[in-house]
């Protein structure tokens, strides 16, 4: 190989071809000669983004990670404290050690997911040994904390995603545990797809933007998901107003908020302040909440009716905000995300809707109405948003 020639970048098949026709027609218009075209096109390579060798690789450091913290929990009484606690860290500290020195990304990936899993064991095991309670949010908060470090340290997304995840577990569990009810978790959730959403306006304005797109993903992941439960019909605030943790999240998104509005421009605005409506809006649903569970079984009126609508027409517009913004960051895999969000929430709400008010036969005629009715538009907006996109 000549010194001056490198592997070609793995780039998304869809992406090689558009870049394939531009260099055509660059070609045909005389901007660039032929050596040029073929030159550039031979610098990258259709590959894709997850190869069987690393999700075999994956999945194997997934499968060892769980057997691990399952042995450690099955033998609690064969083996002493110590010798467990000594097993567990080793495991820990080895993976780390080959998630760095690890030259294969495939591999690296793999050991980092080890040491996530692994440090988990650590931390549950440390517990044990010290009498603190396994069902304590506390210790899930710990090892999410740990994980975020540990991502940040690496420079590794994996890590990253599984930090958000914990911490998003964390946060509803913790809110869960101070007697709330499902509106406070719901809104909660929503509070902390603010966070993520304005830490990915940062990353990818100040910081690490590698890490804005699992940021990102996160955001909309949390957003959706507390707002499909705000939707519900029932959903009711009761006592929330009166969880601490849930006026600690609201600050914190608003902090965040705060800083991703000012540091992130005009385009970071665009994108931070509609998901901070969709707190409001989860707040306004949660308060609003016409009549009980079993009267809305018996039938809804006229009040309950009206609520369910305005919770679907909540969640499509932002179902509809999130895939027009995946769309314009040609982040296809998102917009493919909101779509199947879109799709899953019309589904359910679909039977809390007609449920109470058909059954039988028009139960289901009416249903597939709206699943087929549904499936035709959410597809065609899908396409149209990457048609504009590209």
């Not at 809305?296 to 499509?316: E, F, N």
Request: aromatic content about 8%.
């Amino acid at each position: 190989m000549d010194a001056g020639r490198h592997d070609p970048v793995r780039v998304p098949a869809r992406r090689l071809a558009w870049l394939r026709a531009e260099l055509a027609r660059w070609q045909a218009e005389g901007v660039i000669d032929a050596e040029t075209a073929e030159r550039i096109a031979g610098r990258y390579a259709a590959g894709r983004r997850v190869s069987l060798e690393r999700l075999v690789l994956l999945l194997g450091g997934g499968f060892l990670g769980v057997g691990l913290i399952w042995l450690v929990s099955a033998n609690l009484d064969r083996l002493p404290p110590l010798t467990r606690f000594a097993g567990v860290v080793l495991v820990w500290l080895a993976a780390a050690a080959a998630g760095e020195v690890l030259r294969s990304p495939a591999r690296a990936e793999a050991a980092r997911l080890v040491t996530v899993l692994a440090a988990g064991g650590v931390v549950f095991q440390a517990a044990q040994s010290l009498q603190v309670p396994a069902y304590a949010s506390s210790l899930l908060g710990v090892w999410a904390a740990g994980t975020l470090a540990y991502a940040y340290a690496t420079a590794a997304v994996g890590p990253l995603l599984a930090g958000v995840a914990l911490a998003s577990v964390w946060y509803g569990w913790y809110v869960g545990e101070q007697g709330s009810r499902a509106a406070a978790v719901a809104v909660s959730l929503v509070v902390a797809g603010v966070v993520a959403t304005s830490a990915a306006v940062l990353h990818e304005r100040r910081w690490r933007p590698g890490f804005a797109p699992a940021w990102r993903l996160a955001g909309i992941v949390l957003a959706l998901a507390g707002l499909f439960v705000a939707a519900f019909p029932g959903v009711a605030a009761g006592d929330m107003y009166g969880s601490p943790a849930l006026w600690t999240g609201l600050g914190a998104a608003a902090l965040a908020a705060g800083a991703a509005a000012a540091l992130g421009g005009a385009a970071g605005r665009r994108e931070v302040v509609p998901v901070v409506l969709m707190v409001g809006a989860a707040l306004l649903l949660a308060a609003w909440a016409p009549g009980d569970g079993a009267r809305y079984a018996a039938g809804p009126d006229a009040a309950q009716t009206l609520r369910a609508l305005a919770g679907t027409l909540v969640y499509i517009l932002a179902a509809v905000w999130f895939a027009a913004v995946a769309a314009r960051r040609d982040l296809p895999a998102l917009v493919y995300l909101a779509t199947a969000a879109l799709v899953v929430f019309v589904t359910v709400q679909s039977f809390a809707v007609f449920q109470p008010l058909l059954s039988g036969a028009a139960l289901f005629l009416a249903l597939g109405v709206v699943f087929l009715v549904t499936g035709v538009l959410v597809d065609r907006g899908r396409r149209r948003l990457m048609e504009v996109a590209r």
